[in-house]
């Protein structure tokens, strides 16, 4: 095909890493490409906290104006950052395979031990799920809210602001500081964020059914897929936007697909954890029934009192 695909991306040094994978891995396919960068309110606002300016969309809805006119025929986004629902017009096409999901420690002090009580420790994230993990978890660990890239928020623990970082592996391993990681933290505790991970590709849904079928067999991961689409199922019954200390992990174990998934309340004092397992092809039913699960064993109760605490 001749038609050169033209990929959106906000410009920061993640996005635009997982932007240049998309397109490798489309021109292994023999396919043309060029990205075209596009700002969004989401990173002109650096100094408010996202939870704040209201998750929905900041990130992304300059990305689907540009697929709406055609300027763009994807966007590329951390999969972790899509919100559950698309708004009306757009849709996810593809999953690149994922990679480790854990989250880890990163600093330059090889010593940092969070298990150890007696040992004082501050740790930079701004995650709620994080935060209210490490309450419940590691009650003696005190967190700072650490937001920019990871180039800015090694910059701030640099300067001072806290000892070690707490992230997601696949972000500070994009950006090439594997050698800073000094911990990865278990998957039963630190539960990773729906879809941490991978690179998700929205499309308008009046993209060329044959570009976008191109687009598909270059990049989609199957096995990939299947995990995220029981783990969105999953958040969308929660209406977990970044904000809310949800958490859902999908699994394959041959044709059958394990997710586990919870909430946990701000002040860590309470942690909810289920686990389903089904046929890997009904991941929507499987997300759907691990919520009602968690909403009915307390979920419900926490939620509320997440939401009415964020208005505030
Ligand atoms: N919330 C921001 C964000 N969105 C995607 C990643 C990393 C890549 C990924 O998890 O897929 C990160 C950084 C982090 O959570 O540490």
Redesign the pocket.
Known sequence: MNRIIRIGTRGSK?ALWQAYHVADLLKAASLQTEIVIIETKGDKVLDVSIAKIGSKGVFTEELEEQLASGAIDIAVH????MQSSLPEGFELIAFTEREKVN?IILSHDKDIDYRNADKPLVLGT??TRRVATLKHFYPHIQTVEVRGN?QTRIAKMEAGLCDALL??Y???H?MGYDEMICHELSLDEFT??V?????AIESSVSLDPQVRKLIQSACHHEDTGYRLVAERSYLRVLEGG?SIPVFALAELEGSQLKIKGGIVSLDGQQRIVHELTGKKEEGVVLGQKLAEQVLQSGGEKILKEIKSALKK
């Not at 879809?195 to 690179?199: A, I, L």
């Open positions: 993640l951390s999969a972790k950052d989250d701004s995650s990871l992230l997601a696949a972000g500070a994009r990773p964020a879809g941490q991970g991978s690179v970044c």
